[in-house]
């Protein structure tokens, strides 16, 4: 192979995870920040179908990334992003954005209803579906009426109408499911508090990111704030590369 197709092995990927209620064109303005920086980029397609086939999809992406990775999450995302690392060390650190810092055994939704001012819960419409294995299983989405409100209080209103009409809905198990790698014990961690999130507390997200030893950051923002503020996440991200890259 000659010099000029050699891939990189020294500057890392960025691996972006979408959570329940989105999809990947929720890092539209974060790509493009990344991408001027020169950074390579995949938004992963999180299947929302459960947290360990999440995981266990997000694992096979990883393994066709050449060289070392920093992984990105937002909202359910981050669960699913800690449980995809594997200790081989291609990680090299994690960002969660409006996220979720797991201990082992504990689920998305305990911590998402460990302190007051959640509204998601009431907004949340279950339909019932089959599920894998051939059982019914609730497969939830934000009420189109609420999703501005409870979910992207600060996106245009018309940028927040197509996000609730383009939402990915989430079985309800893998909010339920537990936990079991904490990545973060070892891997250097960021993490984004967004100040007026009505799905995922700021309280809730400052007490995972203290717990996990994170360099917090805060931002006056919704809980989609990868698309009202891609600057500060971007900004986030490339800090996480430039303080592991040394």
């Given at each position: 192979m000659s010099p000029s197709t050699t891939p990189d092995t020294t500057t890392p990927t960025i691996v972006l995870v979408h959570g329940a209620f989105a999809d990947s064109s929720s890092w539209n303005g974060v790509v493009e920040r990344l991408l001027a920086e020169g950074l390579p980029v995949v938004a992963a397609a999180n299947p929302l179908r459960g947290l360990e086939p999440d995981a266990a999809y997000l694992r096979s992406v990883l393994a066709g990334v050449d060289g070392p990775v920093v992984l990105a999450g937002h909202s359910y995302g981050g669960t699913v992003m800690s449980e995809a690392?594997?200790?081989?060390?291609?990680?090299?650190?994690?960002?969660?954005?409006?996220?979720?810092?797991?201990?082992?055994?504990?689920?998305?939704?305990?911590?998402?209803?460990?302190?007051?001012?959640?509204?998601?819960?009431?907004?949340?419409?279950?339909?019932?579906?089959?599920?894998?294995?051939?059982?019914?299983?609730?497969?939830?989405?934000?009420?189109?009426?609420?999703?501005?409100?409870?979910?992207?209080?600060?996106?245009?209103?018309?940028?927040?109408?197509v996000m609730a009409v383009t939402q990915r809905p989430i079985v309800a198990d893998a909010l339920a499911a537990p936990a079991t790698r904490t990545p973060w014990r070892s891997v250097p961690s960021w993490n984004v508090v967004t100040l007026g999130d009505l799905a995922v507390p700021a309280e809730s997200q400052r007490f995972m990111g203290e717990r996990a030893g994170s360099r917090q950051g805060e931002v006056d923002a919704s809980h989609a704030v990868t698309v009202s503020r891609p600057d500060v996440v971007a900004a986030a991200i490339v800090e996480a590369v430039r303080e592991t890259s040394r």
């Open positions: 690392v594997d200790p081989d060390g291609r990680v090299r650190a994690l960002v969660y954005v409006a996220s979720f810092i797991l201990e082992a055994g504990e689920s998305t939704g305990d911590l998402a209803a460990k302190f007051p001012g959640a509204e998601l819960g009431p907004a949340l419409r279950p339909v019932p579906v089959t599920g894998p294995d051939g059982t019914t299983v609730d497969d939830l989405s934000i009420d189109q009426a609420r999703f501005g409100d409870v979910f992207a209080a600060d996106v245009p209103r018309d940028v927040a109408a």
